[in-house]
């Protein structure tokens, strides 16, 4: 990861959940042409974590371009009998630089553990992929006034002992704005980065300011100006709005002009 002495360098990830068949991947496509652009939002970092069937062939063909590929999940082993499971190691040998652990429809669905996640991300680490790990809070956490006491929690039971900013991005998404057109004040997601930054630094020491810390939430080319200016925010985990290169690529336009 490259980084100013003030703030990490920026990272958009486009999360693609289970959408995108191979014709999808003109959109992908269409993303690497407009990174290659000279002068293109070359201030941040831009990925796409496609389905696991759409893995190979995008990190094949975003090999030598400015675009990032990541997994959606892995499995804590190496192998085995794991019907239906990744693991870390084939992600990275798939050609895949990252991975997403811990994101809330993991946790809500598959009642996926913090626990869990970190063995997750410790296998993910292991294998030299950097673990996109995901903490939020739910409505009713929310609404309770539990949001900073859910968030910490989650942080320090799902990060490895082994992570620091070179290998490990964090991602904020508070789980009643994923999907909603909801999204935090900027007061509230600067409360809630905040928060984390100084759990990080308690954690892992002085050096936490470098590791990027992503928001996600409805992130559009809408709001991603504001949210992105926002203190302690390095970047964004997008949804719905990285599945077409438009949307997608208006985020940077908005955000990261160069």
Not at 37 to 43: D, K, L, M, W
Not at 66 to 84: E, F, K, M, P, W
Not at 191 to 198: K, N, P, Q, S, Y
């Amino acid at each position: 990861m490259s980084a100013s002495a003030s703030r990490p360098r920026p990272l958009v990830a486009g999360n693609w959940k289970m959408n995108g068949l191979k014709a999808g991947l003109a959109e992908a496509r269409a993303v690497i042409a407009r990174l290659a652009e000279p002068g293109f939002a070359t201030g941040a970092d831009a990925m796409i974590c496609p389905p696991a069937t759409l893995l190979a062939e995008l990190a094949t063909l975003a090999k030598g371009t400015r675009l990032q590929v990541g997994g959606q999940d892995c499995h804590t082993a190496v192998s085995g009998a794991n019907t239906g499971d990744i693991s870390a190691q084939m992600l990275a040998d798939a050609g895949v630089t990252a991975v997403i652990v811990g994101h809330s429809e993991r946790r809500a669905d598959h009642a996926e553990s913090s626990a869990l996640v970190r063995k997750k991300a410790e296998a993910a680490l292991a294998a030299g992929l950097t673990p996109i790990i995901c903490i939020g809070e739910t409505a009713g956490e929310r609404q309770a006034g539990l949001t900073l006491q859910v968030v910490r929690r989650q942080l320090e039971d799902s990060l490895p002992s082994a992570s620091n900013p070179a290998n490990t991005v964090v991602a904020y998404e508070p789980v009643w704005a994923i999907g909603t057109g909801q999204t935090p004040t900027a007061t509230d997601v600067a409360e809630v980065h905040a928060a984390i930054r100084e759990t990080l630094v308690k954690r892992l020491g002085p050096g936490a300011s470098a590791l990027r810390l992503l928001y996600g939430g409805s992130v559009k080319a809408s709001n991603a100006r504001e949210l992105m200016g926002v203190a302690n925010v390095d970047g964004a985990l997008v949804g719905g709005a990285s599945l077409k290169a438009s949307d997608f690529l208006g985020i940077f336009a908005e955000a990261y002009a160069s």
